[in-house]
């Protein structure tokens, strides 16, 4: 039992708010010196596991640049470019950022996320075109078309990442099914993602188009100026 100190550790930790990362190498130090390793050993262990997950926190360093971004007006640019656009409408807006990220799921190229591209790029332009079409939009419109913005990328990704045949999910399904005496192939499962990819798609496509409607029964038309006069 006291091997589990640890655990005890970070429970404490966490319900006192102390610092996340002290609390959790704390408990890991002190579980490995209760079950007999040394210090250096405990460090090597740690040091191991670091580098080898190193790569999952490369996205922090997404943080500060999409933050640097913002700050010097990207959000207001993407929305700037959205208004100069005609016949452009939130729905369409989403249709074909969800298009671009499901085939570039499907290739397992790395473009999109809620950080680095809905946040910054996607709803401000999908807002602007709700700006460009509609009147007093509020606040619970705005609600509205960041929860659309947002399942862009859900659906984009998780329906289009399965179709790369060494995909990660891909891979996890051949080897459950494995583990269970089932004995299929990464194309078959690939080939089998393709129609569920679709049809998700065209899921998608068929909400944003009632989104268009839903807005267009919420609000008000914008008024149309004659720029050229």
């Known amino acids: 039992m006291l091997k589990l100190i640890g655990v005890l550790i970070i429970l404490i930790g966490f319900i006192k708010k102390y610092n996340t990362i002290a609390v959790v190498l704390v408990a890991g130090i002190v579980t490995g010196l209760v079950g007999g390793l040394g210090i250096i050993e405990i460090l090597d262990i740690i040091g191991g596991a670091f580098v080898r997950g190193r790569n999952m926190s490369l996205f922090l360093v997404t943080l500060p640049t999409i933050g640097i971004l913002e700050r010097y007006g990207l959000r207001e640019r993407a929305g700037e470019l959205i208004r100069s656009m005609k016949a452009v409408t939130t729905g369409k807006v989403l249709i074909t950022y969800t298009i671009v990220r499901e085939i570039f799921a499907a290739l397992s190229l790395r473009l999109g996320g809620h950080v680095q591209f809905i946040r910054p790029l996607v709803q401000p332009m999908a807002h602007s075109a709700a700006e460009k079409n509609f009147q007093d939009i509020g606040e619970e419109e705005e609600d509205i078309i960041k929860g659309y913005s947002a ?32 004995e299929v192939m990464e194309f078959d499962v690939s080939r089998a993602a393709i129609p569920i990819a679709v049809l998700a798609l065209v899921y998608a496509i068929i909400q944003y188009y009632l989104l268009d409607k839903r807005l267009a029964n919420r609000l008000k038309p914008a008024v149309k100026t004659n720029e050229g006069k």
Do not use: D, K, P, S
């Open 151 to 182: 399942a862009a990328e859900n659906i984009g990704n998780f329906f289009g990442q399965n179709v790369f045949v060494a995909a990660g999910g891909v891979l996890l399904v051949v080897r459950t099914l494995g583990e269970l005496g089932i």
